[in-house]
Structures are given as structure tokens and as C-alpha cells.
């Protein structure tokens, strides 16, 4: 039951060492930075044509040769990815006609965290991991606890104690051990840290192992594929890990290796809250890293992260694709919302918002211009934090 995966190893994405694919692994052991997958492409190129999708499954599986699983008796899929790419309407009266958004609510658990945790899960069902452990903001939690359930493996989910009470009901319907913990997700990794060493859990934390930004990436290759393999002048993410942008950055690069597509690529700009704005910060202060973000705050919750392992690869990319970084108010966020659900018939959370309320901003400045196509990502459903909008019609 071989899948027809192309992986090779894994490469250092800061020193470039190569390591062994075959084996359960968190980041590089030579000098802690993340680990990405390499492929075959020159294999893969046989079968991942553009002629081939025509006639493959419509879930991110469809991508099989680009993606690290072995062996198909490991496969977990509960109808993650392929999402709807949505033109909306909303684009004409904002002056930016070929507006579209990409609707990650669609996937299980309600957010795009199932195609990372769909991919991290499978892999470490397959190489042998019992107990899966990981510190989350909240969809992170949940999107593991689903498919640790679907494999029947252990999940240990630490969530921040004042997260929307859904994220823990939903994770322990699953089945998951879940800890509310009194702090930040920074806090939350200090605890999956602990239970690393004393019971062996896999620590599946954003980037600490290669795999989550595999199942990400296939958002690039489907943009790609959606949009007929013209990828779209910008792309607006909402970004907190930065497993997307990071992710999609590589689905580019991989394709173009591919024969896929040509050199030409989106300016990808990193939409965070203003309460809390690393990357925003450090892109504009020119800096290599971002500085630990004091006091995170906001009710974007997937956006709540003070310090990202993949900082320097996000910044990166927004240098090397000409983009830029926008930070946003939670009140932006809330009334971006109604705007997008009113306008376009998808009611975002406040990170999806985000994305409509920085391209305003961007079109505003002139940075981005009317003609432009503009890809937003809905990252996640509202309803997890529908009180946001009860009280205020
Ligand atoms: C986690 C999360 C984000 C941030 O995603 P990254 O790819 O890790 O930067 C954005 N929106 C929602 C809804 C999330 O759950």
C-alpha cells in the first residue's frame, strides 16, 4: 500500500544540514532551527502534471508525490483541503474587481489547522508516535485532537486558560487530554516541553517538526491549480506561526521546480493584530528576527503568538516576494467581519477579517492598486467566537 511520496530527506532551513526522513523528529539536532522536506522532483515531475489533477481525489491528498506520507495504511483524511477560492463581488465596490477568498472555514474542525495537523498526525501515526502533545492558541488543539482520534492515538492539547471555552469543548469531544493553562501559548509550550521528557510525548508545536508546513503548503498548489495556474498578483495571510506563508512560499518554489508554473510570484503580506505584532515590527524595523512580542493581546486568537520559531523564514519570504507586513485592530477586525459577511456571503473570524481590513488599508496607501488580483484567506470559522458579534448590531 505505497503511496507514490517523492520525499528524500530533510533539509535545515537555516544551516542546511540534511537529515534522515525515516525517523520520528522535532528540529534540526545540529542546530534547532526547522526542518523542511525535500523531494524528487525530477520523479515527481512524471506524474504531477497539470493534466493529472483532472482525475485525482478532492482533498489535499490529491498532492500525494509532494508530500511526506509512505504508506497509504497511515493516511488520516476527514475532508481536508481543496477549499473553495470564492471571487467576491465585495471587490468591485472596495476598487479591487478581481478580489477572491480562499475559504479555509470549510475544512474539518473549522480551520485550515486541519491540513498542518492532517499531515503531522498521519506521519507520526506512521513512524511510530503513541502520544501526540501540543501547546495551541485553539484550532491547532482541536484540528489534532480530530485526527489523533481518527488514528487512535493519545492527543494532549494545552490551551490558553482564557481561550473561547469551544476550542477545549471541542478538543475533549475528541477525546483529548486538555489543560487550560494560565498564560500564553508561550506558557502552554513549557508545559508540552515537560511532558517531552518525563512521558515521551511527539511535540507537534508549530515548525518544531517537518511536516504541519507540508499539509499547509498544499494551499499554494491549489491557489495555483484554482486559479489556472496563474498565481494571483497578492496574497494577504493572516499570519501568527507562519506555517502558510512559509508553506505556500515552498508549494511556489516546488511547482516552478515542477514545470508547473513560471518565475512569477505573489507579494505575500503577513496581516497580524496590533496587539500583538512581531513580524509587523521586525519587518519594518529591517530586522533578520523578530524581538518576543511583551503583553500579546487580541481576540484573533490564532494570531496570539509572541514569538514564532519560523520568524526569520516569514520575514524572508516578505522580503524576497516584495510584500510587506499590515497590523490591524481587534475592532478592525470585528466590524471587517460584517463587512465581508455582508458584502461577500462568508462570514470570516477576526483573522480572515484581518486580511479584508489590511487590503483597505494597502488600497488606501496606494500600495496595492485597483487592478491588481488579490487572493484573501479566510483562516477560520467565526463561530467558535460568535460572541464577538452577539451584542453589537
Ligand atoms: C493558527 C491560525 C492562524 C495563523 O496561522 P499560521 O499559518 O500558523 O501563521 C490564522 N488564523 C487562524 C484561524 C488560525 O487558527
Known amino acids: 500500500m505505497q503511496t507514490s511520496s517523492c520525499l528524500i530527506h530533510l533539509e535545515c532551513s537555516a544551516c542546511g544540514k540534511c537529515h534522515a526522513s525515516e525517523q520520528l523528529i522535532g528540529l534540526c539536532p545540529a542546530c534547532g532551527k526547522p526542518l523542511l522536506a525535500r523531494y524528487d ?21 490529491r498532492y500525494a508525490e509532494m508530500l511526506p506520507l509512505r504508506n497509504d495504511l497511515f493516511q488520516l483524511a476527514l475532508g481536508e483541503g481543496w477549499t473553495p477560492l470564492l471571487k467576491a463581488r465585495l471587490g468591485a465596490r472596495l476598487g479591487c474587481v478581481e478580489t477572491w477568498i480562499k475559504d479555509e472555514s470549510c475544512n474539518p474542525t473549522g480551520s485550515f489547522k486541519a491540513r498542518g495537523l492532517c499531515m503531522a498526525v498521519s506521519r507520526a501515526f506512521e513512524l511510530g508516535a503513541q502520544s501526540i502533545a501540543i501547546p495551541s492558541a485553539g484550532n491547532a488543539g482541536s484540528a489534532m485532537a480530530a485526527y489523533c482520534a481518527a488514528a487512535g492515538l493519545q492527543a494532549q492539547v494545552f490551551i490558553p486558560q482564557d481561550a473561547p471555552p469551544a476550542f477545549a469543548t471541542e478538543a475533549r469531544a475528541y477525546a483529548a487530554r486538555v489543560e487550560r493553562v494560565d498564560g500564553l501559548i508561550t506558557d502552554c509550550a513549557r508545559k508540552v516541553r515537560e511532558g517531552v521528557q518525563r512521558y515521551g510525548w511527539f511535540d507537534v508545536s508549530t515548525l518544531k517538526e517537518p511536516y504541519r508546513i507540508e499539509g499547509k503548503k498544499t494551499m499554494g498548489y491549489e491557489l495555483a491549480e484554482q486559479l489556472h495556474w496563474k498565481l494571483p498578483d497578492v496574497i494577504i495571510y493572516p499570519t501568527g506561526g507562519g506555517t502558510g506563508l512559509i508553506g505556500m512560499w515552498k508549494a511556489f518554489e516546488e511547482m516552478q521546480q515542477l514545470g508547473l508554473i513560471d518565475g512569477k510570484r505573489p507579494r505575500m503580506v503577513s496581516v497580524q493584530a496590533e496587539g500583538c505584532a512581531p513580524i509587523v515590527k521586525a519587518f519594518h524595523d529591517g530586522a533578520d528576527h523578530a524581538e518576543a512580542w511583551q503583553g500579546a493581546k487580541t481576540i484573533a486568537d490564532g494570531l496570539r503568538v509572541p514569538s514564532a520559531v519560523g520568524d526569520f523564514l516569514m520575514l524572508q519570504v516578505l522580503r ?68 464577538l458579534w452577539a451584542n453589537n448590531t
Not at 46 to 59: I, L, P, Q
Not at 336 to 350: D, K, L, N, Q
Not at 364 to 380: A, H
Open 41 to 61: 522532483t525530477v520523479q515527481a515531475a512524471h506524474t504531477f502534471t497539470r493534466e493529472s489533477f483532472k482525475a485525482r481525489r478532492a482533498d489535499l491528498w
Open 320 to 387: 524576497e516576494s516584495h510584500g510587506t507586513a499590515v497590523a490591524v485592530s481587534d475592532s478592525e477586525m470585528v466590524e471587517y467581519a460584517r463587512v465581508m459577511a455582508a458584502g461577500s456571503g462568508i462570514f470570516p473570524g477576526p483573522e480572515g477579517a484581518a486580511c479584508l481590513a489590511a487590503q483597505v488599508k494597502l488600497l488606501d496607501t496606494g500600495w496595492l492598486k485597483g487592478d491588481e488580483t488579490v487572493v484573501l484567506f479566510n483562516t477560520g470559522t467565526p463561530l467558535k467566537h460568535i460572541h
